[in-house]
T-cell receptor, first 113, second 115 residues
């Protein structure tokens, strides 16, 4: 079975500061990894994904995540956040041998002016 | 292209009642999944349907059930509601169940409050 751990339930940060949202997973088989974002009163949107190849993946709005197999991590980073990045971020894992997506409990990113 | 549509947006029910939630996937998407979202628990997988058949099921009691119609629209039913069923219920669709690089597209959810 797979599981995802997001240790930080909330991350407060000032605008233009860097941020890292942590995600660790557990799986006995290889996995695909995803980050989803949920803005207030909306559903989830795919932010970025790692399927294979380069371990560093990037989104169109400046976020990036790096797959680290040895540390079973897929942390999300942004060098300079905006107020509009305030949202809840979910890490998710999908094992190669299943089509079920397992989500972490989410990290609420609060950006202050 | 219209997104995933969930109705109703809000529901208030009393303990012991039953409720039906509806989800219309993106046109052409044949896979529909349901998730329960609560503070602190994150998203809990309920079930997934593909071509009117349930393919995967989470660890929820039998009070939670679903179905999918021939037009891919899906409904979720919760019977004998309990206070703990209060949550945001999210529906997601994708085009191909076995294409893992086909991402899930979520609706805005139905917020169920049980009093």
């Amino acid at each position: 079975a797979q599981s995802v751990t997001q240790l930080d339930s909330q991350v407060p940060v000032f605008e233009e500061a860097p941020v890292e949202l942590r995600c660790n997973y557990s799986s006995s088989v290889s996995v695909y990894l995803f980050w989803y974002v949920q803005y207030p009163n909306q559903g989830l949107q795919l932010l970025l994904k790692y399927l294979s190849g380069s371990t560093l993946v990037k989104s169109i709005n400046g976020f990036e995540a790096e797959f680290n197999k040895s540390q079973t991590s897929f942390h999300l980073r942004k060098p300079s956040v905006h107020i509009s990045d305030t949202a809840e971020y979910f890490c998710a894992v999908n094992a190669y041998n299943t089509d079920k997506l397992i989500f972490g409990t989410g990290t609420r990113l609060q950006v202050f002016p | 292209k219209a997104g995933v549509t969930q109705t109703p947006r809000y529901l208030i029910k009393t303990r012991g009642q039953q409720v039906t939630l509806s989800c219309s996937p993106i046109s052409g998407h044949r896979s529909v999944s349901w998730y329960q979202q609560t503070p602190g628990q994150g998203l809990q997988f309920l079930f997934e349907y593909f071509s009117e058949t349930q393919r995967n099921k989470g660890n929820f009691p039998g009070r939670f059930s679903g179905r999918q119609f021939s037009n891919s629209r899906s409904e979720m039913n919760v019977s004998t509601l309990e206070l703990g069923d209060s949550a945001l219920y999210l529906c997601a669709s994708r085009s191909l169940v076995d294409a893992i690089d086909s991402p899930l597209h979520f609706g805005n959810g139905t917020r169920l409050t049980v009093t």
